[in-house]
């Protein structure tokens, strides 16, 4: 685990028991994260110095985290994905395999 990230839950308008609008607010998680680079990506992220891939869309490995949905963000350098992708087969809630997209 090599990179770490933020997981964000975003604040979300709920009633109440009382019919009232109420706002839920953000919980930031900071949690490390390993990144998997398909060999020709590696090659060129070298190639350009750059540490910021150029396909906008990336895996990304985790501890498993409850509580992540599609409706979380995740921030890396600065930048924010959504969650396309959930993947928590990789041994029974012991990681799970994000694909997350940039957000422009």
């Known amino acids: 685990m090599d990179k770490r990230i933020i997981i964000r839950n975003e604040t979300v308008t709920v009633v109440n028991e009382f019919n009232e609008p109420t706002t839920v607010t953000n919980s930031d998680t900071t949690v490390w994260a390993y990144e998997l680079v398909k060999q020709n990506e590696k090659q060129l992220e070298d190639d350009i110095n750059d540490k910021q891939s150029v396909n906008e869309q990336r895996e990304l490995i985790i501890r498993y985290l409850a509580?992540?949905?599609?409706?979380?963000?995740?921030v890396m350098s600065s930048d924010v994905y959504d969650i396309i992708g959930i993947d928590d087969t990789m041994g029974r809630r012991r990681f799970l395999k994000l694909t997350v997209k940039r957000v422009f």
């Open 67 to 74: 509580g992540v949905t599609y409706q979380t963000k995740v």
